[in-house]
């Protein structure tokens, strides 16, 4: 069956440090999504990506799906505490079952 | 997009008890699921809620146990039946159109005592 991981499992970082969280399938993707999940809160959908090599930006936010559509990565530029949570990708393909990574839980210290 | 009204938001219960959850959507939606998730872990799907039809199970999940309706495309409920503490979770709803991205209830933070 696919898998799905996704590292570092827990990041710590001061404000203002960068942060990159990393998604790896075994199997080719025909799409990923990104999530973001708050503590206490639920998943809220961030963005999609679907070409092979495709950059998307969202104001500090970097998404990058890799060349072979096996992995993508998620960027953060100058982290702030309104980043904190756990990032979740999703390999499920859009349109069906989420299939989530195991996630990235970030804590920024100030 | 969509939104979502999960409720309850919190309950503790008594094992061997059953709690039906209940999620509403404001708007008809294609897919609807389940899925549970514990402090700091990834969501695991319990099912999917089909319209009109039992819903399809993931392995390790059952009917009996978490019995599922979907009544029309906007409204689905989930029942965690005869609770155990082992059933103490988070659980979540999600709804989706085709290709288009899930939202999400607020999710029920479940304590079996």
């Known amino acids: 069956g696919q898998q799905v991981m996704q590292i570092p499992q827990y990041q710590h970082v001061q404000e203002g440090e960068d942060f990159t969280t990393y998604c790896n399938s075994s199997t080719t993707l025909s799409n990923i999504q990104w999530y973001k999940q708050r503590p206490g809160g639920h998943p809220v959908f961030l963005i999609q990506l679907v070409k092979s090599g495709e950059v998307k930006k969202q104001k500090r936010l970097t998404f990058q799906f890799g060349e072979a559509k096996k992995n993508s990565s998620l960027h953060i530029t100058a982290t702030q505490t309104t980043d904190v949570g756990t990032y979740f990708c999703?390999?499920?393909?859009?349109?069906?079952?989420?299939?989530f990574g195991t996630g990235t839980q970030l804590k920024v210290e100030l | 997009s969509a939104v979502i009204s999960q409720k309850p938001s919190r309950d503790i219960c008594q094992r061997g008890t059953s709690l039906t959850i209940q999620c509403q959507v404001d708007s008809q939606v294609t897919m609807m699921f389940w899925y549970r998730q514990q402090p700091g872990q990834s969501l695991t799907l319990i099912a999917t809620a089909n319209q009109g039809s039992e819903a399809t199970y993931e392995s390790g999940f059952v009917i009996d146990k978490f019995p599922i309706s979907r009544p029309n495309l906007t409204f689905s409920t989930l029942t965690v039946s005869n609770m155990s503490p082992e059933d103490s979770s988070i659980y979540l709803c999600?709804?989706?159109?085709?290709?288009?991205?899930?939202?999400f209830g607020q999710g029920t933070r479940l304590t079996v005592v």
């Open positions: 999703d390999v499920s393909g859009g349109g069906n079952k989420l299939t």
């Open positions: 999600s709804a989706q159109g085709a290709y288009t991205e899930a939202f």
